[in-house]
């Protein structure tokens, strides 16, 4: 990559640290001066334009027909906090997965990418509105420390149509901290069994119309099975500029560096008898994964009562060296590759009338490109051999949405929108000396997905919804073009046709008295499915396209506060102690319709019940203890997983409840 990001880290954390203590000490000076002189602040606005709060957010719920929801960091940092699996725990109709307990190798909402091996398919992921995904509709989610997200918006389905979203399970955004939300420094540090250590820095500052974020973090572990020694850093910072209480501009940038050894997979009887050992070939051949990243982003956000602007580009660059297994029959080896993509984002709302009732227009851009040459090589004890292929692949989208949603009644909206999309996918082949000979393909696609949804208002806080949909998935670079088996083991490109699908949703969301729920019940009729599957052998065929199935499931959330001032009684400037009771179930019901191989069958790769349930005591003081369990199984009662009683007595060291609008602050050390 050309960047020294170990040293990049210490110079930040030192940066970092000198920043926001310089901007705390400015504070209590300013505001000890404020005191003395009896000044008053007022006049700026005290939040950002380009990343929204996460109360902001949740203010989209009346407006949006279909599933949705927001997860804080705050609820994160209830326990561990160390990948996006922690930030989405309990997110009702969102799958995770992880191959090594470090990052999410699998997300999937409502059976997207269910059957993906490499990088999550399916979803599409934001930072700040702009695309995080690379140009073929992958994502690789080590690239974010999730300590320097304030919240992360999900929606599932046809809701995510306003950012772009093409795909059947929808977009999750993460929405970073900036100077205005960020305490000016703070320091959390992590550690547990099999030589697991995390930690993360950050701070963050108002100066003028200025404001910036910075946030550098670690991880390393040892691992419970052998061979899966990792370490992580991460840096993200972000810059933003008002112009005015209208306009802002905001730059960020995302360094980081990764190395894992990966163990490989076992038997079951192998898992039996020792499911710490690795594969004994993982050991023999090194396998192991070697990530560098570094993305620039710019957004500009124009905010008036009737419209919101917002207009962004980016580019990332991945740096990747995947060493994994090779034989003469499978000779994908050692994988090197670098990815650079280009994008921007043109997203309009206006808010005006329309024949006199309330109205909400939205029209949009998102064009993609990627660029990635690829080559392999034989793995001779975790050095690069021969070459067994070379070829540069590009990918091109270029989404265009529309929708309107307008209000015919005050407690009645309807929504009708559609998007029109152009992919391209291209591979050139330049290693033409093996059986297959030259692979050398493009395929363009075109496709077009209408929605149309309604919300009707039940109660001041109560809202039933619906919708109906078409979704629309090209395949990517990995679906396209993947090494043989057999004798004559090289690369292959097998033509294959976007995913589509039609959904329609109902459900409904509100609260009431001490209870909060979320519930939806959807089925999708799902056409040349994207599954890497295998024959009626047993032998693995990659991925192919199902003509016909079906995937329904059941979505819900409930939140009740069982118990208030326990032990502490609430007063005129503090909130007493309480007692609550957060847990969601999905229900994941994927099938084939009439297959000629599989019928009926159910798809495997995601557990039909997911059930999860988290029993909190929080007192004011910063004391808190929770117990957490899941249930994931094929019948309900077959499988448990549940953890223990936590009662966290760790510590967070930072300056908090600091008020940019009056300019006070307080520094306090609280439990977390």
Excluded at 307 to 313: H, K, P, R
Aim: aromatic fraction near 10%; proline fraction near 4%.
């Amino acid at each position: 990559m050309g960047f020294d990001i170990a040293r990049l880290s210490v110079f930040a954390i030192t940066a970092v640290a000198v920043i926001a203590i310089q901007e705390a000490q400015a504070v209590d000076t300013s505001n000890n001066a404020a005191q003395a002189e009896g000044v008053t602040v007022t006049g700026e606005a005290t939040g950002s334009l380009t990343s929204v709060s996460p109360e902001e957010s949740a203010k989209q719920k009346t407006a949006v027909p279909g599933a949705f929801t927001i997860k804080t960091a705050d609820e994160m940092k209830l326990g561990r906090a160390s990948n996006f699996e922690d930030l989405l725990q309990r997110t009702p109709g969102v799958f995770l997965q992880s191959e090594n307990g470090a990052e999410a190798s699998k997300i999937s909402i409502r059976g997207s990418g269910i059957t993906s091996e490499d990088e999550p398919l399916g979803v599409m992921f934001l930072l700040d509105g702009l695309n995080f995904n690379q140009g073929d509709g992958e994502t690789i989610l080590e690239d974010f420390d999730v300590a320097a997200l304030s919240h992360a918006e999900v929606f599932r389905g046809a809701d995510a149509f306003k950012y772009g979203a093409l795909t059947l399970g929808g977009a999750i955004n993460l929405v970073p901290l900036t100077g205005y939300n960020a305490a000016p420094f703070q320091v959390r540090l992590e550690g547990g069994s099999y030589g697991f250590f995390r930690g993360d820095m950050s701070g963050g500052a108002v100066q003028g119309k200025f404001d910036e974020f910075g946030a550098i973090g670690f991880r390393a572990r040892e691992g419970f099975r052998e061979h899966s020694r990792e370490d992580t850093e991460i840096l993200f910072a972000d810059l933003g500029y008002k112009f005015n209480d209208q306009v802002e501009n905001r730059f960020d940038l995302t360094l980081d560096r990764i190395n894992r050894n990966l163990p490989g997979g076992l038997t079951k009887s192998e898992m039996e008898d020792d499911p710490s050992q690795a594969n004994p070939l993982a050991i023999a051949q090194d396998w192991n994964k070697e990530l560098s990243n570094v993305r620039l982003a710019d957004k500009l956000s124009i905010r008036t009562e009737e419209i919101e602007l917002d207009v962004g580009a980016y580019w990332f660059h991945h740096d990747l060296e995947n060493r994994g297994f090779f034989s003469p029959d499978f000779r994908e080896g050692i994988e090197q590759f670098y990815s650079d993509n280009f994008g921007g984002n043109l997203n309009f709302v206006s808010r005006h009338e329309l024949f006199g009732r309330r109205n909400i227009l939205t029209i949009g851009l998102t064009p993609q490109y990627e660029d990635e040459p690829t080559q392999n090589y034989e793995n001779i004890f975790g050095h690069p051999g021969a070459t067994t292929s070379r070829g540069i692949g590009s990918s091109i989208n270029v989404p265009a949405y529309l929708e309107d949603q307008l209000y015919l009644a005050p407690r009645l909206s309807i929504l009708a929108g559609a998007q029109a999309i152009f992919a391209e996918r291209h591979f050139k082949d330049e290693f033409l000396t093996d059986e297959a000979g030259n692979q050398s393909n493009r395929q363009n696609f075109w496709g077009f997905n209408p929605k149309l949804g309604a919300i009707y208002k039940i109660s001041r806080q109560t809202q039933a919804f619906m919708n109906f949909s078409r979704s629309w998935q090209p395949p990517s670079l990995d679906n396209l073009v993947d090494f043989t088996e057999g004798p004559n083991s090289s690369v292959v490109y097998t033509p294959l046709q976007p995913q589509h699908a039609w959904t329609i949703e109902v459900g409904t969301r509100g609260e009431y008295s001490r209870f909060q729920w979320e519930l939806s019940l959807y089925r999708s009729w799902v056409r040349n499915e994207l599954l890497e599957i295998n024959d009626a052998f047993g032998n693995d065929i990659g991925t192919i396209n199902i003509p016909r199935t079906n995937h329904q499931g059941i979505e819900t959330n409930l939140e009740v506060e069982l118990l208030r001032e326990i032990l502490v009684p609430k007063q005129p400037n503090r909130a007493g102690d309480h007692l609550s009771l957060d847990q969601s179930y999905t229900l994941n019901d994927f099938h084939f319709d009439q297959n000629p191989v599989y019928g009926d069958n159910r798809i495997a790769g995601i557990p039909i019940h997911v059930y999860e349930v988290q029993l909190l005591y929080e007192s004011p003081v910063g004391f808190y203890a929770v117990q957490t369990c899941s249930v994931t199984s094929r019948v309900i009662q077959l499988m448990r997983r549940a953890r223990s009683l936590q009662i966290v007595m760790s510590y967070l060291v930072s300056v908090r409840d600091f008020d940019r609008a009056t300019g006070s602050q307080s520094l306090s050390i609280a439990g977390t």
